[in-house]
């Protein structure tokens, strides 16, 4: 397939065009007419996903690999590093970013993964209805998500109404309509601001809420002539 035609049904599936404005989700890198026949799945690109995949491929991320305007082109750094990689091999790149967790995976996480039916959504929040205990919620989230800790703020023990984003969301807390709020990354002021306000914060992690990108797209794929591999990307960060 041409990248344009994998383009356009990615486009159909999840526009662009809703991506936030200051996402860079889209064709990123690579020519949209050339031809690939393998595909790759991927949270992120990293040095080791790299080196394992084929010349003339197509990579799809959720995070895109160039937020800014890249100023100057040394290889020895991070993003042009990985960039320069890419080039020698011919490898394509499209990312979906916040389009795509609008329209699927914030879905796919809370009704696939944690086993809630969905209330409603509104832009990146997802509602749903727990109606158990804080303990309960936290054990639920521990074993479907392969988390061994999680980082709380506890304004309410009992839970009716939950709202979650995957990724980063403390920028949302003061929209959150709910008894607690489910995300990434939480800041300390805005736990206190969320503890003061009566919403009960549970840190998911941002990879860890979105690791199930590749699998989540997988299954629109799986009728398209070319090879799709989905790859398992690393947390960055380590706990011990």
Not at 95 to 122: A, C, E, R, W
Not at 132 to 150: A, V
Not at 196 to 219: A, P, R, V, Y
Request: glycine content about 4%.
């Amino acid at each position: 397939m041409r990248v344009r035609e994998i383009y356009n049904f990615l486009n159909e599936l999840s526009p662009f065009s809703l991506q936030s404005e200051w996402d860079n989700s889209g064709l990123l890198i690579g020519d949209s007419n050339a031809i690939v026949k393998t595909l790759y799945l991927s949270l992120d690109i990293d040095s080791e996903l790299l080196e394992n995949v084929d010349n003339n491929s197509l990579i799809i991320t959720h995070h895109p690999l160039i937020f800014k305007g890249i100023k100057k082109i040394d290889y020895r750094v991070y993003p042009t590093n990985l960039i320069q990689k890419m080039i020698q091999k011919n490898i394509s790149l499209i990312s979906m970013h916040t389009n795509f967790d609008k329209t699927h995976l914030n879905k796919y996480v809370i009704s696939n993964i944690l086993g809630y039916d969905i209330l409603s959504t509104d832009e990146f929040v997802c509602y749903f209805r727990a109606n158990s205990s804080l303990e309960e919620i936290c054990m639920n989230l521990k074993k479907k998500l392969d988390l061994k800790y999680l980082r709380i703020t506890v304004a309410k023990t009992y839970i009716n109404d939950c709202a979650m984003t995957t990724g980063s969301g403390g920028d949302l807390i003061g929209e959150i309509d709910a008894d607690c709020f489910l995300s990434g990354d939480f800041k300390y002021h805005q736990a206190i601001e969320a503890k003061e306000n009566g919403l009960t914060l549970i840190d998911i992690g941002h990879f860890e809420s979105e690791k199930f990108f590749g699998e989540c797209l997988m299954q629109y794929l799986n009728n398209f002539p070319l090879k799709v591999i989905m790859s398992n990307s690393k947390n960055p960060f380590e706990y011990k």
